[in-house]
């Protein structure tokens, strides 16, 4: 039993640290499906992080705090459009200035305004996202193997968690059952038909970035409301870099982009599982080198585990109306 609750644990411990991956990932789908490459997934949670916590702590509330997040993520998924779409300037710069941005404002804001250097104050219970107890949890959580699984892997997380699994059937519907999506995969693919039934290329990509600015937002209000209580300098932590890899890993695809994200969420829990522990035939591995697995696991998974990966064809590349 003491290796299948180590398990569980280490389960519980992937969905966790899976949730901003697969938000940031879901985000990232949305604007490269619609031929906006978006670097910017990291800048934009770090934003969305640093706002949500600061509202909740301000106005304490939870909701408050989300909805702030959300905002101020749209807000910057909306200046990568104005540079990429309405002004057709390079994308990868345009999403490395927004990531630029992000983390040297959110310092400057945070020790101007609470003096903590550059942290926020940290949040009360009403000011985050407690986890949800589902009904009958704690009455059989000592039951044998469907205990554990209902009461630890089921049970006990925070609306985000359930938020950010639900989109993946939401996606996958918006995608391939929907006009909306349609649409949005068809200008990823050749704009100029698009644009030539009549469709603004330009508010079709300019939709798909605020689906991204909403995800990413409710990504980073994730870290800094339910996982951090608070939000610390850099706290995203390369996790809008890793959403980028599992979402090519994925191959642009909201289910597989689940699963990917998945695997990249118990590789970091299993390296902090490991942190200190000796392994066979190698005892006791150096703390950083356990820290530095997850990264190094994805660039070898992206090397040479996937095959290859086909982009939208138009993804990256301004969309210019011909006269």
Known sequence: MDTFNAIIQVLDSTIRLSVPLLLACLAGLYSERAGI????????????AFAGASAAAVFHSALIGLGTAVLI??????????????????????GVAINFIAAGSTIILGQAW??????????????????????????????PVIGPIYAELISGHSILVYFAFAMVPFTWWVLFRTRFGLRMRAVGENPAAVDTAGISVAWLRYRALICTGILTGVAGAYLSMVQNGGFVKDMTAGKGYIALAALIFAKWKPVNAMFACLLFGFLDAASIRLQGSPLPLVGKVPAQFMQALPYVLTVILLAGFIGKAIPPRAGGVPYVKER
């Open 73 to 94: 993520s749209v807000a910057f998924a909306l200046v990568h459009g104005f540079a990429s779409i309405t002004h057709r300037g390079n994308q990868i710069v345009s």
């Open 37 to 48: 490459f978006d670097i910017g997934l990291e800048g934009k949670m770090l934003v969305g």
């Open 114 to 143: 609470f003096s903590q250097g550059g942290r926020t104050p940290a949040l009360q219970p009403g000011e985050r996202f407690e986890a949800i107890i589902w009904p009958g949890a704690d009455a059989i959580k000592d039951v």
